[in-house]
């Protein structure tokens, strides 16, 4: 798989300054998420990988650079990416990961009206999976929001 920093120079999983010195962590990171996402029964893609390393970079503040001027004194500052940003990437890689599982959204909507809208999507995702052979963490399957 091995993502580097060249998969965070476009939108949307832009990283502003992102560079090479980055790769040693960007892979870590990514072997944190293949390990915590313990899929088994499919092969989760760099392309889908990227947007939860994405969301994991941004927690830990990689993209803090530092600028000299005026008489090199040094500046410190963090080009974080905006919160709505992050959580923007989180939840596409939850569709297309899902997606990859075989759970769209019109079965989990189904499931949704078949107890009156009162039973929780993680609920209802734990339910699907449980008649398939595909078996994840699935924190990796639930939607983030901005609250």
């Given at each position: 798989?091995?993502?580097?920093?060249?998969?965070?120079?476009?939108?949307?999983?832009?990283?502003?300054?992102?560079?090479?010195?980055?790769?040693?962590?960007?892979?870590?990171?990514?072997?944190?998420?293949?390990?915590?996402?313990?899929?088994?029964?499919?092969?989760?893609?760099?392309?889908?990988?990227?947007?939860?390393v994405f969301w994991y970079?941004?927690?830990?503040?990689?993209?803090?650079?530092?600028?000299?001027?005026?008489?090199?004194?040094?500046?410190?500052?963090?080009?974080?990416?905006?919160?709505?940003?992050?959580?923007?990437?989180?939840?596409?890689?939850?569709?297309?990961?899902?997606?990859?599982?075989?759970?769209?959204?019109?079965?989990?909507?189904?499931?949704?009206?078949?107890?009156?809208?009162?039973?929780?999507?993680?609920?209802?995702?734990?339910?699907?999976?449980?008649?398939?052979?595909?078996?994840?963490?699935?924190?990796?399957?639930?939607?983030?929001?901005?609250?």
């Amino acid at each position: 798989m091995a993502l580097t920093y060249t998969d965070f120079q476009t939108y949307p999983t832009d990283i502003a300054d992102i560079n090479s010195q980055y790769n040693a962590k960007i892979a870590a990171v990514e072997a944190f998420v293949v390990e915590d996402m313990a899929a088994n029964g499919v092969t989760v893609s760099s392309a889908i990988l990227k947007y939860f390393v994405f969301w994991y970079l941004c927690q830990s503040q990689v993209t803090t650079i530092t600028a000299k001027t005026g008489e090199n004194l040094p500046i410190s500052k963090n080009s974080i990416p905006d919160v709505s940003m992050q959580v923007q990437n989180w939840n596409t890689g939850v569709e297309k990961l899902r997606a990859l599982c075989g759970i769209t959204d019109e079965e989990i909507e189904a499931s949704k009206n078949s107890y009156y809208g009162y039973y929780p999507e993680n609920e209802i995702i734990e339910t699907l999976l449980s008649s398939s052979d595909v078996t994840i963490n699935e924190n990796y399957l639930s939607k983030r929001s901005m609250l």
